[in-house]
């Protein structure tokens, strides 16, 4: 069977060329970033780097190494204007003449890295619009404004996840040939869900409005809600959107009570909004409870937000519970 390829897709869908040579650089890229993570201990890229990043998070060695590698990689194409890696601090500027801002997270869920679980790189991209030396300013642009998002997922096979605003498409890494090819097209979440994805643990910490929608769920058949639901959680947001986006579901990561002063574990700018952006081009909802988190205005780029997402009647049903 004939698939078709990354580059033949991005035309096809007639995507600007400038735009193509962004997200095939971050495309290349990935795939140095698949072999060190499956050479994993035999590379000796496992472990902590013994570095905290501008989160305040312990880094890992394969979080500095896949940043230095997109970095480079992206900071090379003309048609790149600037770079903001939530790993680090401040925005970097790149050519004056480029035409896109990208953001993205390195390594998706890293604490999974060292027991060979799933992790993947998160990325947007966005049009530039502001003065020819950039500044983080540049960068402080609603969701909606997204020109292309997308993420690569390192599991079994390598996936590569990408909306440019005309729907969802999902490739495969021939690994034969290190390319990707289109495998799954016009990605749809269905309405109604049966999973849902939290992590349960910190539950006592969460909103009345989160912990009686939880209760509801858990209380099954016998409860408000009248049907069965199933938990699951990778404790990596880039898997978890993958399965809602491949089968339905529920997503959510709540502020809770033990940082009050900050809104939510998820950055705005690398993760929400470019999985909200796949999540609405697939059908789906993504809220925070107040409103749609691609509505928002970003404030800096580091911000953190609480995050509702996945099948649209039942992030409803979640806001719902928050509001009443």
């Known amino acids: 069977m004939s698939r078709t390829a990354l580059p033949e897709f991005l035309s096809n869908a007639a995507v600007p060329t400038e735009l193509q040579s962004v997200i095939l650089g971050l495309a290349d890229v990935s795939v140095t970033i698949s072999q060190a993570l499956a050479k994993g201990a035999l590379a000796g890229v496992l472990g902590a780097a013994g570095a905290e990043n501008v989160q ?15 970095k480079d990689a992206l ?21 004056t003449d480029g035409q896109y801002l990208v953001t993205f997270d390195p390594l998706d869920g890293s604490s999974n890295i060292d027991i060979n679980s799933m992790v993947g790189t998160i990325f947007s991209v966005l049009p530039h619009t502001g003065s020819a030396a950039v500044t983080e300013q540049d960068f402080l642009q609603p969701g909606r404004q997204q020109a292309a998002a997308g993420y690569i997922l390192y599991g079994p096979s390598v996936m590569l996840v990408l909306s440019t605003g005309n729907g969802v498409a999902m490739f495969t890494l021939d690994q034969d040939q290190n390319r990707y090819l289109l495998t799954e097209a016009d990605i749809n979440i269905p309405v109604e869900a049966k999973e849902f994805s939290i992590n349960m643990s910190n539950q006592r910490h969460w909103v009345a409005g989160m912990q009686h929608y939880i209760s509801d769920l858990l209380l099954g058949k016998e409860g408000p809600r009248g049907k069965d639901f199933n938990m699951r959680w990778v404790a990596a947001m880039v898997a978890d959107v993958h399965r809602i986006l491949c ?22 700018m690398y993760e929400a909004n ?16 107040e409103g749609k988190i691609l509505d928002i205005q970003p404030e800096h780029i580091h911000q953190r937000v609480p995050v509702i997402l996945g099948a649209a009647s039942e992030v409803k049903i979640c806001v719902d519970y928050h509001q009443r």
């Open 56 to 70: 305040g998070e312990d880094q890992k060695k394969l979080d500095v190494i896949a940043n230095d590698l997109i």
């Open 75 to 95: 900071a090379a194409l003309p048609a790149v204007r600037g770079l903001a890696s939530e790993e680090e601090p401040d925005v970097l500027a790149c050519h």
């Open 247 to 268: 089968r339905g579901g529920l997503f959510t990561y709540p502020w809770d009570s033990r940082k009050p002063e900050q809104a939510g574990k998820l950055r705005l």
């Open 274 to 289: 470019p999985m909200g952006f796949l999540v609405e081009q697939a059908g789906g909802e993504v809220w925070t409870p």
